[in-house]
């Protein structure tokens, strides 16, 4: 039977990475912020913190808090489909998970990447991704980063996103070195991918 991994945790974690594995290992990923993304540039809008920020909140609003998982699960289906193993990346909340377990009728497996909020602040400062903070706007002061970054972390946690971590099936604390951090990624990723 195939298996779905959940991919959560806190914006610079290290959920990119952990999908960067999968890939090389050819396991479909789902990213789920892509939804976003790309209804955010439907919009004709610039693709920053701010308007992605704004757009998730007005889905969720217009068509209920699992409106991103419904919008991916024909991709998730077909891909279950031919796959020992799906990963999803970028779940939220409970009320998409509790949509996932609704349309597979099975329970997915979840993965909390955990980090500190000092060490994510610095990885998402460094990687200056246009939905992570506006670096344009605030090049010099890290103060005012920082402050942006709390603000999406908040976001986050508002929708639940701290409820799906204490439900994760197994935990890994991205916080030392990136090697080892793939060693473990890797190593859960061929238990979960093995067909038996």
Request: net charge negative; proline share 3%.
């Amino acid at each position: 039977m195939s298996k779905v991994l959940v991919l959560t945790g806190l914006p610079g974690s290290g959920k990119s990475v952990a999908s960067e594995i999968a890939k090389s290992m050819n396991i479909p990923i789902i990213i789920m912020g892509n939804v976003i993304r790309r209804e955010t540039a439907e919009r004709g809008l610039e693709p920053n913190s701010r308007n992605i920020g704004m757009v998730a909140m007005d889905l969720r609003k217009k068509f209920g808090d699992d409106v991103v998982l419904q919008r991916i699960w024909p991709i998730i289906s077909e891909e279950l489909e031919h796959n020992n193993l799906v990963l999803i990346d970028g779940m939220r909340s409970i009320a998409e998970k509790n949509a996932l377990v609704q349309l597979m009728g099975f329970e997915p497996e979840i993965l909390a990447i955990l980090a500190s909020e000092d060490i994510r602040n610095s990885r998402l400062i460094e990687r200056k991704r246009s939905d992570d903070v506006e670096l344009e706007l605030i090049e010099e002061d890290k103060k005012t980063k920082n402050q942006a970054i709390s603000e999406r972390d908040a976001r986050e946690k508002g929708w639940g996103v701290e409820s799906l971590l204490d439900q994760a099936h197994y935990q890994l604390l991205n916080e030392d070195s990136l090697d080892l951090f793939r060693i473990s990624v890797k190593a859960l990723l061929e238990r979960l991918n093995n067909p038996e």
